[in-house]
């Protein structure tokens, strides 16, 4: 039996009455025109103009000085970037998001041009609710993606820089599943940076000082919480590239009292865990090996990779019907030690849950793949290349259909080439990467990278928390937007063997995640608009597809 045909995605609810009373949908005004003379007496046709901005576009020959051309169009046009981007998604969400916010990130002092969001530095300790409030939107506010730029992608830490990080999530945000921009605030918390390189640079745009204390920075973060709350109520969170300790520290603290959740433990765990259930499905179908005998190996032990392990549990207890100590049994990570084992002295808080107590502390990736005898092999390590042929090789010796999955971003250090690893494994390899990596053809045959990128999930997850206007966001419901996503394939696409939906359809399937995300908060009792409990799944389908933002052009 298929896994869909177990997991069941949504309650299945009566028919209700119409709903001519629920109130209006958000009106999207279309964009004013300069008075007449103001502009070229040709100008008027907003398909040729499109036409223009695209080539515009195209014309860049560096991606950075397209991501630049792009943010510059934003400001200048709104609905015209958001119109280009949402019908060119598969072409465009590189440019504004992974990979190429790496760079951006990396030159954002270097090419700064205009304030865009908001930067809250340690500076403001005491007053930030004052700044919080200088924010010329406070009404309109429902979604900020929150940075302190420590640990952005696999860059290290980048303080102020990391702002683009923010601003390019909350593109995806509008994108994706139809945020209204005006409801976006994207925030760069400055307190401070390690980076050397930055501090002696006379073009950094942050603090030059080093990263305050962590009793320092949990006063800051409680003062900052409780304000943004008292700023703007109707705010979800959403914490982005925090260090790992601080990731799950502040996640921990904070989840239970305000509606937020961590994209790189929660999201990327979310959208690796559906496509593991389509990549696990495949392979046990070539193998005919039932679902509960895979095994997870894991390289890398920061917040992503852990979250990713958290999620992963889910695919043994809800799909192969294991214990969570069995499914726990599944699961194993390395880290620059070797397998990360119970008995390691000094061994850091977040790794001791899926620490080992029965394996030897073997440090050689190809010797643990022989110990472990992995189905899946999982990297977040952030090593370029460390998925090597002989690794890739011993993978396939062990599996018809080996699982691999490269997620670091950005491409620069994705611990496998898409190529690499078709060839080395004789096409046989189920894969999955962070960035986008093109087809590559082997055998006569075109084979297409999954790509496990967190925009198939947070967008939706975010509009559905906004519209069932959550008090918290729970493990469940990041749950249920993972389950949504991977029962999203199309037919067309489940023969091709893909393991995620195209990218052109993120908004169709942001639908689904977010209808599934309201009626899990239904369930967990946490959703503030009661009036959503009585639509029936078309409904409330309906009603949130009426809710989503277009470009007026």
Same mark, same amino acid.
């Given at each position: 039996?298929?896994?869909?045909?177990?997991?069941?995605?949504?309650?299945?609810?009566?028919?209700?009455?119409?709903?001519?009373?629920?109130?209006?949908?958000?009106?999207?005004?279309?964009?004013?025109?300069?008075?007449?003379?103001?502009?070229?007496?040709?100008?008027?046709?907003?398909?040729?103009?499109?036409?223009?901005?695209?080539?515009?576009?195209?014309?860049?020959?560096?991606?950075?000085?397209?991501?630049?051309?792009?943010?510059?169009?934003?400001?200048?046009?709104?609905?015209?970037?958001?119109?280009?981007?949402?019908?060119?998604?598969?072409?465009?969400?590189?440019?504004?998001?992974?990979?190429?916010?790496?760079?951006?990130?990396?030159?954002?002092?270097?090419?700064?041009?205009?304030?865009?969001?908001?930067?809250?530095?340690?500076?403001?300790?005491?007053?930030?609710?004052?700044?919080?409030?200088?924010?010329?939107?406070?009404?309109?506010?429902?979604?900020?993606?929150?940075?302190?730029?420590?640990?952005?992608?696999?860059?290290?830490?980048?303080?102020?820089?990391?702002?683009?990080?923010?601003?390019?999530?909350?593109?995806?945000?509008?994108?994706?599943?139809?945020?209204?921009?005006?409801?976006?605030?994207?925030?760069?918390?400055?307190?401070?940076?390690?980076?050397?390189?930055?501090?002696?640079?006379?073009?950094?745009?942050?603090?030059?000082?080093?990263?305050?204390?962590?009793?320092?920075?949990?006063?800051?973060?409680?003062?900052?919480?409780?304000?943004?709350?008292?700023?703007?109520?109707?705010?979800?969170?959403?914490?982005?590239?925090?260090?790992?300790?601080?990731?799950?520290?502040?996640?921990?603290?904070?989840?239970?009292?305000?509606?937020?959740?961590?994209?790189?433990?929660? %999201?990327? !765990?979310?959208?690796?865990? +559906?496509? *593991?259930?389509?990549? &696990?499905? $495949? #392979?046990? @179908?070539?193998?005919?090996?039932?679902?509960?005998?895979?095994?997870?190996?894991?390289?890398?032990?920061?917040?992503?990779?852990? %979250?990713? !392990?958290?999620?992963?549990? +889910?695919? *043994?207890?809800?799909? &192969?019907? $294991? #214990?969570? @100590?069995?499914?726990?049994?599944?699961?194993?990570?390395?880290?620059?030690?070797?397998?990360?084992?119970?008995?390691?002295?000094?061994?850091?808080?977040?790794?001791?849950?899926?620490?080992?107590?029965?394996?030897?502390? $073997?440090?050689?990736?190809?010797?643990?793949?022989?110990?472990?005898?992995?189905?899946?092999?999982?990297?977040?390590?952030?090593?370029?290349?460390?998925?090597?042929?002989?690794?890739?090789?011993?993978?396939?010796?062990?599996?018809?259909?080996?699982?691999?999955?490269?997620?670091?971003?950005?491409?620069?250090?994705?611990?496998?080439?898409?190529?690499?690893?078709?060839?080395?494994?004789?096409?046989?390899?189920?894969?999955?990467?962070?960035?986008?990596?093109?087809?590559?053809?082997?055998?006569?045959?075109?084979?297409?990278?999954?790509?496990?990128?967190?925009?198939?999930?947070?967008?939706?997850?975010?509009?559905?928390?906004?519209?069932?206007?959550?008090?918290?966001?729970?493990?469940?419901?990041?749950?249920?937007?993972?389950?949504?996503?991977?029962?999203?394939?199309?037919?067309?696409?489940?023969?091709?063997?893909?393991?995620?939906?195209?990218?052109?359809?993120?908004?169709?399937?942001?639908?689904?995640?977010?209808?599934?995300?309201?009626?899990?908060?239904?369930?967990?009792?946490?959703?503030?608009?009661?009036?959503?409990?009585?639509?029936?799944?078309?409904?409330?389908?309906?009603?949130?597809?009426?809710?989503?933002?277009?470009?007026?052009?």
């Amino acid at each position: 039996m298929h896994w869909l045909n177990i997991v069941h995605l949504a309650q299945r609810r009566p028919s209700s009455p119409s709903y001519a009373n629920v109130p209006p949908l958000d009106s999207h005004p279309a964009p004013s025109r300069p008075a007449h003379g103001l502009e070229p007496p040709a100008l008027g046709n907003p398909g040729v103009h499109y036409q223009r901005c695209l080539a515009q576009l195209r014309s860049k020959d560096k991606a950075i000085e397209r991501n630049i051309y792009l943010q510059q169009l934003k400001h200048a046009d709104e609905h015209m970037f958001y119109k280009l981007v949402v019908e060119n998604m598969a072409e465009l969400t590189p440019l504004i998001y992974t990979p190429t916010v790496g760079d951006a990130c990396l030159q954002f002092s270097a090419n700064y041009r205009r304030p865009e969001g908001m930067f809250i530095s340690i500076k403001d300790k005491g007053k930030i609710g004052q700044v919080l409030r200088n924010w010329p939107r406070r009404e309109d506010a429902r979604i900020s993606v929150v940075t302190d730029g420590s640990r952005i992608l696999g860059l290290g830490d980048l303080g102020v820089n990391g702002m683009p990080i923010s601003i390019g999530k909350l593109s995806l945000y509008v994108a994706g599943a139809g945020i209204r921009p005006a409801s976006t605030l994207p925030i760069c918390l400055d307190l401070g940076t390690n980076n050397t390189k930055f501090l002696e640079d006379p073009l950094y745009l942050g603090l030059r000082q080093k990263r305050v204390s962590d009793k320092e920075m949990d006063e800051f973060m409680d003062e900052f919480m409780r304000e943004m709350r008292a700023t703007f109520p109707k705010l979800l969170i959403q914490f982005e590239d925090f260090s790992t300790d601080h990731a799950f520290h502040y996640l921990d603290r904070f989840r239970n009292q305000y509606p937020l959740f961590n994209d790189d433990i929660q %999201g990327t !765990g979310a959208v690796v865990l +559906s496509g *593991f259930l389509n990549a &696990a499905q $495949l #392979s046990s @179908e070539a193998s005919g090996r039932p679902l509960s005998d895979h095994r997870i190996l894991f390289l890398g032990s920061g917040s992503a990779g852990v %979250g990713v !392990g958290m999620q992963l549990m +889910s695919f *043994f207890t809800l799909v &192969a019907g $294991l #214990s969570p @100590e069995e499914a726990r049994s599944r699961i194993y990570y390395i880290d620059s030690q070797g397998l990360i084992t119970a008995d390691r002295p000094g061994l850091a808080e977040h790794k001791k849950f899926f620490a080992r107590t029965d394996c030897p502390p $073997l440090k050689d990736l190809v010797d643990i793949i022989g110990y472990v005898k992995p189905t899946a092999l999982l990297g977040l390590s952030t090593i370029k290349n460390a998925f090597t042929r002989d690794v890739i090789e011993a993978m396939t010796a062990l599996n018809e259909r080996p699982i691999v999955f490269p997620l670091s971003n950005p491409v620069a250090l994705s611990e496998c080439e898409f190529g690499d690893a078709v060839s080395w494994s004789g096409g046989r390899v189920i894969f999955a990467s962070g960035s986008p990596f093109a087809p590559v053809t082997y055998g006569g045959q075109e084979h297409v990278a999954g790509q496990g990128n967190n925009m198939y999930v947070f967008p939706g997850l975010g509009l559905g928390a906004i519209l069932a206007r959550v008090s918290s966001i729970t493990d469940s419901m990041v749950e249920a937007a993972s389950l949504a996503l991977a029962h999203s394939l199309t037919p067309d696409e489940r023969a091709a063997g893909l393991i995620y939906p195209r990218l052109e359809r993120i908004r169709e399937i942001s639908v689904g995640i977010a209808a599934g995300v309201v009626r899990e908060a239904q369930k967990r009792g946490v959703d503030g608009h009661k009036a959503l409990r009585a639509m029936s799944e078309p409904e409330l389908r309906t009603w949130v597809e009426g809710k989503m933002w277009s470009p007026m052009i």
